[in-house]
């Protein structure tokens, strides 16, 4: 147990669908963060909240949409995604946004 | 921007025998290199990490090499265990304000231990 929980942990969805994904940390860390996980690939920094604030949007499509309400919840909407998006989603909280990194279990999207 | 290469990308050792995984990196700024280790079905965890001050660093079995010259840091696990079978990632990042949005991960190194 990280202290960092996703929900849900699989997700299949339609292209036409709207959906969220949830992460909750229980760690009092201020940084949040969204990562794209695929096979064979490294891990791709998507968002990154510090204090509610978002830092960074690494060229990330607008059909991917963050939403972070307070320091300790951080959710992905997604709509009218493509089947390439179908991937490991992993929400990650630090304390500051140096030093290590605190991951969830992931959420397993299929874009069908 | 950074660029960070990791090899092997799958290893077999037989439990017992010693793990070697190495990554190289681009950027001279890059000064903090963490390893991550992901179990099948969590999300990774860090296992040890390593700043450019120093070029060594143990914790059990598991120990971290940086060469800033040649700009390649490995990763070693001694007596391995079949506890060890995960994938690991290496990254790299310059340690300033925002160290974390900067953090390049390598591509990962699946490792099996045989038992």
């Known amino acids: 147990e990280t202290g960092v929980t996703q929900t849900p942990r699989h997700l299949v969805m339609g292209m036409t669908n709207k959906k969220s994904l949830k992460c909750e940390q229980h760690?009092?860390?201020?940084?949040m963060y969204w990562y794209k996980q695929s096979a064979k690939k490294p891990l791709e920094l998507m968002f990154v909240?510090?204090?509610?604030?978002?830092?960074e949007n690494n060229s990330v499509p607008s059909r991917f949409s963050p939403e972070c309400p307070n320091s300790s919840h951080l959710f992905l909407h997604l709509h009218t995604l493509q089947p390439e998006d179908s991937a490991l989603y992993l929400c990650?909280?630090?304390?500051?946004?140096?030093?290590?990194?605190?991951f969830g279990e992931g959420s397993r999207l299929t874009v069908l | 921007g950074e660029n960070v290469e990791q090899h092997p990308s799958t290893l077999s050792v037989q439990e017992g025998d010693s793990a070697v995984i190495k990554c190289t990196y681009s950027?001279?700024?890059?000064?903090?290199f963490p390893w991550y280790k992901q179990e099948l079905g969590k999300g990774p965890q860090l296992i040890i990490d390593i700043r450019s001050n120093v070029g060594e660093k143990k914790d059990q079995r598991i120990a971290v090499t940086l060469n800033k010259t040649a700009k390649h840091f490995s990763l070693h696990i001694t007596e391995t265990q079949p506890e060890d079978s995960a994938v690991y990632f290496c990254a790299a990042s310059p340690i300033s304000n925002f160290g974390n949005e900067k953090l390049t991960f390598g591509t990962g190194t699946r490792l099996t231990i045989i038992p």
């Open positions: 950027d001279s700024a890059s000064n903090y």
């Open positions: 760690l009092g860390h201020n940084a």
């Open positions: 909240y510090n204090f509610k604030e978002q830092t």
């Open positions: 990650a909280s630090s304390l500051g946004t140096i030093g290590e990194l605190f």
